[in-house]
């Protein structure tokens, strides 16, 4: 539904370069919560600015619903008929909501309907029924002013899908709401990518995000997506940095000549009478470290971190029994315990 | 002199500020409103980025800022009769007033723009809308309570500029009590409309800030918080009275 191929995005300012996006490939499939994740700075804007063609890319190519954007940019810095017409198919959603303050609720919702030349009748029955989706009805003559920042989000969300866009784009939707109020905004955003079957693309500095509603993801580092795939994939990746984020299990090895591993076990698998026959076969004690099960992306994942005593090179058989098992393992090397997020730094909400 | 004979002459020079106040502030914000908008614009990553045109808007502006508005109206003369076919009246007056006022108009315009939440910009770019929308369905509505101000400020301008008008036979309360204080020492007549401009302005700007404020009120958040100017002395207004006087 959108790709991306070879996408670069240098800023020039004062004679400085900063390559915001260098060789961006992304592929987002029809009807999938595609979410983006990386550290501040890292070009996740960018990305998600180039895809409706705000930010003009450098070089490469934006392809969404079959369209090549990048073609409908012209020369100029002004955005063509074509690719505003494009644009009005895609929704946006901002993490400052970007409500116009001198507005109702509902002429905010109206105003992209507006832009479509849509009729007064036609407008404001898309918009009550827009505003009855997002669980808004009784607001609808409320300016934003009134609103919290949930309630704000919500109509930012209905604003976006008032063109009836097949594709729904968020940069950091949630950023600026509480724990609470963002599970609610990401709930609605599942919700409708199920009953809409909206393609949805998202930008987030959150790993909850990706983890309570995405199908896939990618995880980018300074300008380049290293890591992508479906949630259930990466999670069968051994030694991905973005499954070690998604589901972090803690546990430091009691000493040094331990050999630590990460035991990964999808749905029904249960590792419980694994690792009791595999110290009753080898004859050797295991300490489980950590353990947990959590649902990803509408997963069941379990993790193990379990210690074996001495070293990788005299584990080599018990090792290759787990894997004989059908279980994920993951050797953690030394240096890495204890960090369960090596990769990914939390922030707070800008 | 008695009231009754102070009543028309008071009457007629009221009439000829309201018309010159009246007229060039409508000149200064049809003029001066565009220019303003454009010089947002037009200015580096504004959506019609064009240094040429921003620069010159920009030195025009200044010029017609900085230059004394008594300077601006002599310069003018050529031109005003040009359009009026004389340098001497209200209507002729309304020309270095229009004049003055536009540039004047024109900055605070652009600051007011400027102050728009460049995220709703985008926000109507994203959904397709083009330069014009974004003008109209967003910079204007949203600076909206910055731009009463504004318009509040220049209403109290203008009237300090028409009563220079005025001693050059425009008329008005200025010129009023130029002729009638300073040349014929009636005191009385000359407090009498010191009193009534004092009086005029204080309204105006009460009403001015009275629906800048309500309008921000409801719309909240974006858009600069229109400032209380009542206790202030920047207007040119006040400082031109009592030069006059
Ligand atoms: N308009 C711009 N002009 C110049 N440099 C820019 C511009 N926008 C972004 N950059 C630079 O590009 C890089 C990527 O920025 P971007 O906003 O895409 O990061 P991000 O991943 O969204 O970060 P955050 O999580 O903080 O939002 C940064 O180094 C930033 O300084
Ligand atoms: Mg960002």
Known sequence: MITTSGLTKVYRSRGREVTALDGVDLHVREGEVYGVIGQSGAGKSSLIRCVNLLERPTAGTVTVAGQDLTALAGRGPRAGKELRQARSRIGMVFQHFNLLSSRTVQDNIELPLEILGKTGQERSRKALELLD????????????????????????????????????????????????????????????????????????????????????????????????????????????????????????????????????????????????HLSRTYNIDISILGAAIDTVGGLQVGRMRIELPGRYEDNVVPVGFLREQGLQIDVVNNDAVGDGQPLLVKEGAK | MTWS??????????????????????????????????????????????????????????????????????????????????????????????????????????????????????????????????????????????????TTTTIIALIGYSAMAGTVGGGGLGDLAVRYGYNRFESGLMWVTVAILAVAISLIQFAGDATARALHRRGGRSGAAPRLRLLKTEEPATADVSKVA
């Open chain 1, 133 to 276: 989706l997002v669980g808004l009805a009784d607001k609808a003559k409320s300016y934003p002013a009134q609103l919290s920042g949930g309630q704000k989000q919500r109509v930012g969300i209905a604003r976006a899908l008032a063109g009836d866009p097949k594709v729904l784009l968020s940069d950091e939707a949630t950023s600026a709401l509480d724990p609470e109020t963002t599970r609610s905004i990401l709930q609605l955003l599942r919700d409708l990518n199920r009953q809409l079957g909206l393609t949805v693309l998202l930008i987030t500095h959150e790993m909850d995000v990706v983890k309570s509603i995405c199908d896939s993801a990618a995880l980018m580092e300074k300008g380049r997506i290293v890591e992508s795939g479906t949630v259930s994939d990466l999670l069968a990746t051994p030694g991905s940095a973005l499954a070690a984020a998604l589901f972090p299990v803690g546990g430091d090895p009691s000493g040094d000549d331990r050999t630590v591993l990460d035991v990964t076990f999808h749905g029904e698998a249960a590792t419980q009478p694994v690792i009791s």
């Open chain 2, 5 to 150: 004979e102070m009543q028309p002459l008071l009457e007629q020079a009221g009439q000829e500020t309201l018309i010159m106040v009246g007229w060039s502030t409508l000149l200064a914000v049809v003029g001066g409103l565009p220019l303003g908008i454009l010089l947002v614009l037009t200015d580096k990553g504004g959506l019609l980025q064009n240094t040429v045109v921003n620069k010159v808007i920009g030195q025009v502006v200044n010029i017609g800022r900085s230059l004394p508005f008594i300077i601006l109206m002599v310069a003018l003369m050529t031109f005003t009769r040009w359009v009026t076919g004389t340098t001497i009246g209200s209507e002729a007056a309304i020309v270095p007033l229009a004049i003055g006022g536009i540039p004047f108009f024109a900055r605070l315009v652009e600051t007011a723009v400027r102050e728009v939440d460049g995220g709703l910009v985008e926000a109507v770019q994203a959904m397709g809308g083009n330069t014009w929308t974004v003008v109209r369905k967003v910079l204007v509505p949203e600076a909206l309570p910055s731009l009463i101000a504004s």
